[in-house]
């Protein structure tokens, strides 16, 4: 089975919904795949200021998912890539837990990590019907 490590941006379309139907069904297809996020993105996530219903939904939809922490590994990994890249800590921490449990990673922000190989999926690219090899 494929893992999917899914980005912030991709937690915070689907959550409110920001998005057109087929964009929606192959995100929703992802989660029930491999719902997987990095710690991160559960506190950039839940960090938001919901409403207290909103709140509720929210912390919901991320135990749902199987939460990515700072391992060893990941610590020396993030390490690594800020030495040779400039790149902001928390999309250094998201792509280095993608890499270390080999989870393809899902975001629309494709930029943020193209100087990493690092496997990704923009759901929100119509043209991008297969898997980018960043």
Do not use: W
Not at 48 to 59: K, V
């Amino acid at each position: 089975m494929q893992r999917y490590l899914l980005d912030t941006n991709i937690l915070i379309y689907y959550f409110n919904g920001d998005m057109e139907a087929v964009v929606k069904n192959k995100i929703s297809t992802l989660i029930r795949e491999s719902f997987q996020i990095s710690v991160i993105s559960k506190m950039e996530f839940l960090g938001f200021a919901f409403n207290f219903q909103e709140r509720q939904r929210a912390m919901q939809f991320v135990e749902c998912a199987t939460i990515r922490t700072l391992s060893d590994e990941v610590v020396q990994r993030v390490i690594d890539i800020r030495q040779e890249n400039h790149i902001k800590l928390p999309d250094t921490i998201i792509a280095a837990t993608a890499m270390q449990h080999s989870a393809i990673l899902v975001t629309r922000n494709i930029k943020d990590f193209k100087t990493l190989e690092l496997e990704i999926y923009n759901p929100f690219d119509n043209d991008q019907g297969r898997f980018l090899k960043i």
